[in-house]
C-alpha cells in the first residue's frame, strides 16, 4: 500500500500556490496585452487561462492580485489574449518581471506589436495566433479577480494553419508547470471521442 503526504492548506508553513501550480499542468499561457487609460501599453503573461463558454466565446484568465493588466481592462473594457509559442518563450518571462506601470515592457524586452482587427490594444506580431476580447464581467475570488473576456476576433497566422483550422506544429504553445519549470511543445496523439458508451 502506498503513503501519501497530506499537505493541510490552513497550515502557514503550507504554500497553496505552490502546490497548485505544480500539480494542475500543463497550464497555458494567456500573453495579455492591454492598454492603460494613458495609452501605455502593457503585456504580460498569466498562467491561469482556460476558456470560459463557446456561446457566446468566451474566455478567462486570473489576476492573481491587482496588477498592471486588471487595472487597464477595467479602466478600457478590452484585451487581447496572444499564445505563448515556443520562439517567444524568453521573451514571455522576461516581460513577467515586475515592471512599472508606466513602462512598456514589450518595448523593454524588443517584443514587436501590431495593431489588433477590433480592439485598441494591440496584438504581439509574431505571435501564431491571438484572441480578441472585451470584457465581459470580473469575479473576486479572494485576493485574485477572474477576469472573462468575450471573444470578437480570432487570428491566427497562416503558417499555423491546416486546412483552415490550427494546427498544434505551427502554433508551438508553451505552457508553466511547477516553481521555475516550463513545459515545451507536447507530443501529439490523436484519440477519436467515443459516440457511445463502451458496451
Not at 470560459?52 to 477595467?74: C, E, H, I, M, Y
Not at 503558417?159 to 490550427?166: I, K, M, R, T, Y
Not at 506544429?169 to 457511445?196: D, I, Y
Request: glycine share 6%; with cysteine; charged share 15%.
Amino acid at each position: 500500500m502506498t503513503t501519501r503526504h497530506v499537505f493541510a492548506v490552513d497550515d502557514p508553513d503550507v504554500n497553496p500556490y505552490r502546490l497548485l501550480t505544480a500539480l494542475v499542468v500543463p497550464r497555458p499561457i494567456a500573453w495579455v496585452s492591454t492598454l492603460s487609460g494613458d495609452g501605455v501599453l502593457n503585456l504580460a503573461p498569466h498562467s491561469f487561462f482556460t476558456v470560459a463558454s463557446n456561446r457566446p466565446p468566451v474566455v478567462q484568465f486570473t489576476s492573481v492580485g491587482v496588477k498592471d493588466t486588471l487595472r487597464n481592462v477595467l479602466a478600457t473594457g478590452e484585451f487581447v489574449v496572444n499564445l505563448a509559442s515556443l520562439p517567444q518563450m524568453d521573451a514571455v518571462n522576461r516581460t513577467s518581471a515586475p515592471y512599472d506601470a508606466d513602462v512598456d515592457e514589450a518595448a523593454a524586452v524588443g517584443v514587436a506589436m501590431e495593431p489588433s482587427e477590433q480592439v485598441a490594444p494591440p496584438r504581439v506580431a509574431e505571435a501564431p495566433a491571438s484572441i480578441e476580447c472585451v470584457l465581459h464581467s470580473t469575479i473576486e475570488v479572494g485576493t485574485c479577480t477572474l477576469v472573462l473576456g468575450r471573444v470578437v476576433a480570432v487570428t491566427v497566422r497562416d503558417e499555423a494553419l491546416v486546412d483552415g483550422s490550427p494546427a498544434m506544429a505551427g502554433l508551438q504553445p508553451v505552457s508553466r508547470l511547477g516553481g521555475a519549470e516550463w513545459g515545451l511543445p507536447p507530443e501529439v496523439v490523436t484519440l477519436e471521442r467515443p459516440l457511445q458508451p463502451p458496451s
